[in-house]
């Protein structure tokens, strides 16, 4: 009742930061106690997506933004050279199954890639969906896909205006045509189908409140479904749920011979997980009422289970390995299992592993540098694939019985490229290769090493022309991420390539917090070492200034989501460091953040205010009540999506709002919401482009 008459208050006016004005919103007396903390939170009313009054903020918000954006020097070279640099074939690695490949192509600017199907890779491709055909715009996208085993049914999840949330679907591939079937209210699901063609698992949530609680209600008790295709969802089989762990993820899928159901659960996104294993019995006839067995039933460590060969279940591990290690538990011999070490742990990480061709194929991180090698199921024998230069391997796909691995490898100046290789007889080729217009050569990477605050030795990549001159005054885009076990690794992008080309330096740092070197370097970035995330990412920035790449006024900082925060901190620590500053989807809110959709399960990395240890070192960073009043802030571009149900809105709305209202210099604070536009995932290639032009623009012109 309170706030209803606070918003009759809410004003027409600005608040004024000398050349800008800036919609006023309106402060009411929200106050919350923490452990006898009082805690002001003016702007609580922001949260509420689809109020009146945060629906009137936005417009006015993006009716100061977008011109502005518009209006930058840059913004059309950048727009320009993307739309052009995108403008080739794009594809995904094929993945067998069903007797025939599926994979994905972009004929350049399609706003979503396009499904198809083929039996041999010199034959016609046939178009399994076309999701540019479900909307106009361009805002539904294909999250998750799969193919039963006698290659006749096509299921598919679809997002809609760039929600987290599925509906899946199923094609009849013989006829063309979707089946009745619907099912709705699935998040992070896979879909994995019976041997018997049937039916498929998925996870499910239960279904929201409301339209409101769709976008803000805390996740919380999923189920594993068996779905049988042509009944109503109302009818499909409970599988597995643990209401003693609401907060839990579930996960399921079947081994190739149909023969077992593996579910693996997981403590929010904390890298430990519980296996148990269901023996389905007959594939033709899999017994779904069978019991289900632990293999691992202490979430102790990291268990990803990625293939069965006959009754043999291989996993990749950090169980007293924290760089990980390959073994195999025997799951006809569940009443006592036992797991045999088939790949030791070694001084790198091993990042991936799958069996292809009767064979292991070990993707390790070296330094931040994939490094792919080929074993026997024993482990014995070893064979590293050459790889182009230094760059990332990524997707690989292939079948247990097939020789053909494909996987993608790229660089920070080279696109990526599909290869085939052959595990057999060890040949590698190219399979598809984009012809992108760049010269490579004119490029260099250089990875080095400096000393964060602790005197930890941080590894960095900086891309730039060849004969850059180091006067302190070239252009720089630093990013980062530092989070939730998360590998960074030298990829390329169309957008920062864009930088680069245009002049600038592009400077990425592996933090601590990232999956890089292991659990230890992860751990290190967690919780209360969270700070040290922030102190890597800063020393990065003065490294290059002390090594005369840029000095702060030509210093510009872009991350997204967890690498949103890492700005948002940063930015409010050391506003004096950064020339311009982009978070985009930041989780900036960090005493609530916990309380809206899929936020409980990011605890395990960052802690919970709901605990008086953890809130004593999150109000310490929270960028949003670390925002000084009078201070002069540099300029700074605010990016959400009205529609992002991972990280809310509501974190970016209350981030502006504080910030427009502290700032005390003629420094621009400007946020741009983008509609029907979700946290980044399936957004149109049209929208990717207009928002990174829009970043991209603003950090160059601001910073030059």
Not at 41 to 58: C, F, G, K, M, Q
Not at 121 to 146: H, M, R, W, Y
Not at 381 to 406: I, W
């Amino acid at each position: 009742m309170i706030r209803g008459v606070l918003f009759l208050l809410l004003t027409i006016g600005t608040t004024m930061a000398k050349n800008y004005e800036y919609p006023e919103a309106a402060k009411d007396k929200t106050l919350d106690d923490y452990f006898g903390a009082k805690v002001a939170d003016p702007y609580r009313w922001l949260e509420n997506v689809d109020s009146s009054e945060t629906v009137a903020w936005i417009k006015k918000e993006n009716a100061i933004s977008l011109p502005y954006l518009e209006k930058l020097p840059s913004r059309r070279d950048f727009q320009e050279r993307l739309t052009k640099l995108l403008k080739f074939e794009r594809y995904s690695s094929p993945y067998w199954e069903g007797g025939r490949y599926i994979y994905e192509k972009n004929d350049g600017l399609q706003n979503q890639d396009v499904i198809y199907t083929v039996k041999d890779l010199d034959d016609t491709p046939q178009v399994v969906l076309d999701p540019n055909k479900l909307a106009e715009d361009g805002t539904i996208s294909v999250s998750t896909t799969s193919l039963s085993s006698d290659g006749r049914f096509f299921a598919y999840g679809l997002e809609s205006s760039g929600s987290d949330w599925n509906e899946i679907h199923v094609r009849d591939l013989q006829t063309d045509q979707d089946l009745p079937d619907l099912i709705r209210w699935v998040k992070f699901s896979g879909i994995s189908w019976t041997k018997d063609n049937l039916g498929f698992f998925y996870t499910r949530y239960p279904s929201p409140s409301s339209a409101s609680g769709q976008k803000l209600e805390s996740l919380r008790d999923p189920k594993i479904y068996y779905h049988r295709l042509g009944d109503s969802q109302d009818r499909d089989q409970l599988i597995y749920q643990r209401p003693d762990h609401p907060e839990w993820l579930l996960h399921a899928s079947t081994s190739k011979n149909g023969r077992y159901l593996i579910i693996t659960a997981s403590e929010n996104t904390v890298p430990k997980n519980g296996v148990y294993a269901m023996n389905l019995g007959d594939p033709s006839h899999p017994k779904l009422d069978s019991p289900l067995r632990p293999v691992f039933a202490q979430l102790d460590a990291q268990y990803e289970s990625f293939s069965v060969v006959g009754d043999r279940l291989f996993l990749r591990t950090d169980k007293n390995a924290p760089k990980y290690k390959v073994i195999a538990v025997d799951l006809s011999h569940l009443d006592q299992p036992v797991a045999d070490d088939v790949i030791a742990e070694s001084k790198d990480l091993l990042e991936q592993a799958e069996v292809v061709g009767g064979k292991l194929v070990l993707d390790y991180l070296v330094h931040a540098k994939n490094q792919l090698k080929i074993a026997a199921l024993d482990g014995k024998t070893e064979t590293q694939v050459p790889l182009p230069t230094l760059g990332s391997v990524n997707a690989l796909s292939g079948d247990q019985d097939r020789p053909e691995l494909f996987y993608s490898f790229d660089s920070f100046v080279f696109p990526a490229a599909i290869y085939r290789y052959d595990v057999s007889t060890g040949k590698n080729e190219v399979f598809r290769k984009p012809s992108v217009p760049i010269s490579s050569d004119d490029y260099e990477t250089e990875q080095i090493f400096y000393n964060s605050k602790d005197g930890t030795r941080v590894p960095m990549f900086i891309v730039h022309r060849k004969g850059i001159q180091l006067d302190g005054t070239n252009p720089v885009l630093l990013t980062g991420y530092g989070g939730f076990n998360i590998s960074i690794k030298p990829s390329f992008s169309y957008s920062y390539f864009t930088w680069v080309e245009k002049g600038g330096v592009f400077a990425e740092p592996n933090l601590r917090g990232g999956g890089e070197y292991g659990q230890d370097w992860h751990q290190a970035g967690t919780k209360e070492r969270k700070q040290n995330v922030f102190d890597d990412f800063i020393a990065a920035a003065e490294t290059l200034i002390t090594q005369k790449y840029t000095n702060p006024k030509h210093l510009g900082i872009l991350g997204g989501s967890n690498g949103g925060l890492l700005v948002g901190a940063c930015l409010t620590e050391r506003p004096d460091l950064f020339g311009a500053t982009v978070p985009a989807v930041g989780v900036l809110d960090m005493l609530r953040y916990q309380k809206f959709t899929i936020g409980s399960a990011w605890i395990s990395d960052y802690g919970s205010s709901d605990n008086p240890a953890d809130f004593k070192y999150l109000i310490k960073y929270s960028p949003l009540h670390n925002i000084r009043s009078g201070a002069c802030y540099p300029p700074t571009l605010i990016t959400t999506g009205d529609h992002d149900d991972r990280v809310v809105p509501g974190h970016s709305f209350k981030f502006a709002a504080t910030l427009q209202a502290a700032q005390s210099c003629d420094r621009p604070i400007l946020i741009r919401v983008d509609t029907k536009a979700g946290h980044g995932g399936g957004k149109p290639i049209a929208k990717i482009i207009e928002e990174r032009a829009d970043q991209l623009a603003f950090l160059w012109d601001n910073i030059r």
